[in-house]
């Protein structure tokens, strides 16, 4: 049974077929009869859904029946059509109660039949005067019900596909607001972590004591790395890119200078050779340009040759701040050249799998919140480098993106060694 809902709806869908109003058109002027009507026919209900009269008679779309005087019952239960060329001399019509009700002499109704099967209801034509119906007019009857057909089977598989694209949307929104949610809520045990391994440190003076202490904050600090890189990539997910506020930095070398000794003080082990000499101010996040330079230089040292100097510059030109990290090693494949910058994304021939591969992903959309653009290039003789470009801006040609975070205000740096831990925790 269907609801005035499911009528509203079944009247919707005829509408939305734009092929249907010349279809009445045609039935009409090839029969001669003088009303034509699509109708959604169940087994109380029948509901006209488009109508072309050129006699009045008072069907409107929406409008229905009495189910004792609709023709088209008869042709639902058999599923065959139905014509009356003369009703008052038919002998199985001439005591019908629609013809007499109202005053029909002629009627044409075939069946709307779906492809699964499913019955909609009747394509049918009608007049007050006799009518002749050849066997070419029925066929035409059946082909424009089955064109009728054929549309609202690919309505219904577009609203099904809709459907299916909203639930798989509404899935990835919520997992990615669990994975926010998670990231935010393990910062309050990993800071007690912390703190208790920084208590430890000043209380234990055995040498194999005091190693463990600095592993617990070594690992603490590998975590916050992570956090910080999934929770960017949920809130660059969520609200359509990472935000960053622009303000007027006039001297940037100080901020990247401190990226670089954060990462000699956390791995002693590596050389890091920089030649920071930026001689313009810059407007940028100077938080988010200190998170480019950590994950690149964090990249080149995971990735880079055991044993070799990795290399960062940062000038400027006249337009852009260039920022460049180096390192030598097994260049990466051509074919990933493409796919470096994509989220999840791990060099497969590098002898380490650590991290999640965000960081590299989260580098350019940084860059691309800057309007800026960021490469790469990697060959067995020259080995890897990458090269950030962002433009120096000024009030006039850059956009201050103000946004709040979907955790609250952006962490102002952390690194990818994950030394300001007290920060970023």
Not at 94 to 112: G, L
Not at 117 to 130: C, E, H, V
Not at 162 to 175: F, I, S, T, V
């Amino acid at each position: 049974m269907d609801s005035s809902e499911d009528s509203a709806r079944a009247v919707g869908a005829i509408a939305r077929i734009d092929v249907v109003p010349t279809l009445l058109k045609v039935l009409c002027d090839m029969t001669g009869m003088r009303i034509a009507v699509v109708a959604r026919v169940t087994e109380t209900t029948w509901t006209a859904c488009a109508v072309r009269e050129q006699v009045p008679f008072g069907l409107k779309p929406g409008m229905e029946l009495a189910v004792t005087t609709a023709l088209c019952f008869d042709s639902r239960a058999s599923l065959a059509p139905i014509v009356i060329e003369h009703a008052s001399a038919d002998p199985r019509y001439c005591q019908h109660a629609a013809p007499k009700r109202y005053q029909i002499e002629s009627y044409v109704s075939v069946p709307i039949i779906c492809t699964k099967g499913d019955y909609f209801g009747n394509l049918s034509a009608l007049d007050p005067k006799p009518a002749k119906v050849t066997p070419r007019i029925l066929s035409m009857f059946n082909d424009f019900a089955a064109l009728i057909a054929l549309q609202l089977d690919h309505q219904a598989r577009q609203e099904q596909e809709h459907r299916a694209l909203l639930d798989e949307r509404a899935a990835g929104e919520l997992r990615e607001q669990f994975i926010a949610i998670l990231g935010h809520d393990l910062r309050n045990p990993l800071h007690a972590v912390y703190a208790s391994g920084e208590m430890l440190e000043r209380k234990f003076t055995n040498p194999a004591l005091l190693t463990m202490a600095s592993r617990i904050k070594a690992n603490v600090r590998r975590m916050s790395s992570l956090i910080d890189d999934v929770l960017d990539f949920a809130r660059g997910r969520l609200g359509g890119g990472i935000e960053v506020e622009l303000t007027e930095v006039e001297n940037i070398n100080t901020g990247l200078e401190a990226v670089v000794q954060e990462l000699r003080d956390a791995q002693p082990a590596c050389k890091i050779i920089s030649d920071i000499r930026v001689s313009r101010s810059v407007r940028c996040d100077l938080g988010r340009i200190q998170q480019i330079a950590s994950n690149l230089l964090g990249n080149a040292l995971t990735h880079g040759q055991p044993d070799s100097p990795i290399k960062i510059s940062a000038g400027s030109d006249e337009n852009d701040l260039v920022l460049e990290v180096w390192n030598s090693g097994e260049p990466i494949p051509a074919e990933s050249l493409s796919k470096i910058f994509e989220p999840f994304w791990r060099n497969s021939v590098s002898r380490s799998r650590n991290g999640l591969g965000l960081g590299l992903h989260i580098c350019s959309q940084i860059v691309l919140a800057h309007q800026g653009r960021i490469s790469v290039t990697s060959t067995q003789e020259h080995g890897t480098q990458f090269t950030a470009r962002l433009p120096l801006g000024t009030t006039q040609t850059m956009k201050v993106l103000r946004r709040t975070l979907h955790n609250g205000a952006a962490l102002p740096y952390q690194s990818a060694s994950g030394t300001s831990i007290s920060a970023s925790l």
